[in-house]
């Protein structure tokens, strides 16, 4: 008996201080992932051209922010339709740039920039809030980017719906707290909230998991 006694109170002891603990419900163990549902289901086998405004004065202080952030959401889209075989034709950003250098009043208007590159639908972000560096303290470094979602249906006729308003995208890189600026850390910063953002917007377009 005193054997048995023994064993009982090592069991437990082990449950209750071990690396895993035995009495935990299996269903708290391992990864748990929710299939999210796109926002946007209609770009499947059509032409799709991503436009992005940003004010003057983020154009002043980041020259290319447009270009890139344009580049990095057409990239993302491109590649996972692709994985996904949905089909959708996405237009180079350089043409979508070129065409709004020399055009400066399509920055704010979609559609006569989705007519002149032959989209199907434009994907329209209007960049309402972009910073690199903490604007309370400028020695330390994390990326926000705040936009609004919009895409725009050309082919639509008449009478239809031809704008469709979709849920704003609003990122922090890094998502916990800022870093010290450096030469090092500001590209990353930089590179890190692109990707995100890309990520954010793209995925509205989709079917896609997320850890839960």
Same mark, same amino acid.
């Given at each position: 008996m005193k054997h048995a006694y023994w064993k009982w109170v090592g069991l437990i002891s082990l449950a209750a201080f071990g690396g895993c603990n035995l009495l935990t419900p299996l269903i708290f163990m391992g990864e748990h992932k929710k299939l999210v549902s796109p926002e946007f289901d209609k770009l499947a086998g059509h032409r799709v051209a991503v436009h992005v405004w940003t004010d003057p004065a983020t154009l002043f202080d980041y020259p290319f922010a447009r270009f890139e952030l344009a580049t990095y959401v057409a990239e993302k889209l491109g590649s996972q339709s692709g994985q996904r075989n949905l089909e959708v034709e996405v237009v180079d950003s350089r043409d979508v740039e070129d065409f709004v250098q020399r055009n400066l009043n399509a920055q704010v208007d979609p559609r006569v920039v989705g007519k002149k590159v032959n989209a199907d639908y434009v994907i329209f972000?209007? *960049?309402?809030?972009? /910073? *690199?560096?903490? @604007?309370? /303290?400028? /020695?330390?470094?994390?990326?926000? *980017?705040?936009?609004?979602?919009? &895409?725009?249906?050309?082919r639509a006729? !008449?009478?239809?719906?031809?704008?469709?308003?979709? #849920? !704003?995208?609003?990122?922090?890189? @890094?998502? #916990?707290?800022? &870093?010290?600026?450096? !030469?090092t850390n500001s590209p990353m910063v930089r590179e890190g909230v692109y990707r995100m953002f890309a990520d954010r917007v793209a995925r509205k377009f989709y079917e896609h998991t997320l850890d839960m």
């Open positions: 972000l209007e *960049i309402l809030d972009f /910073q *690199i560096r903490d @604007p309370m /303290q400028p /020695q330390f470094l994390r990326g926000r *980017i705040h936009a609004s979602v919009s &895409v725009h249906d050309l006729g !008449a009478d239809a719906v031809d704008r469709y308003e979709l #849920t !704003a995208v609003d990122c922090y890189y @890094p998502e #916990t707290a800022p &870093v010290l600026f450096s !030469a």
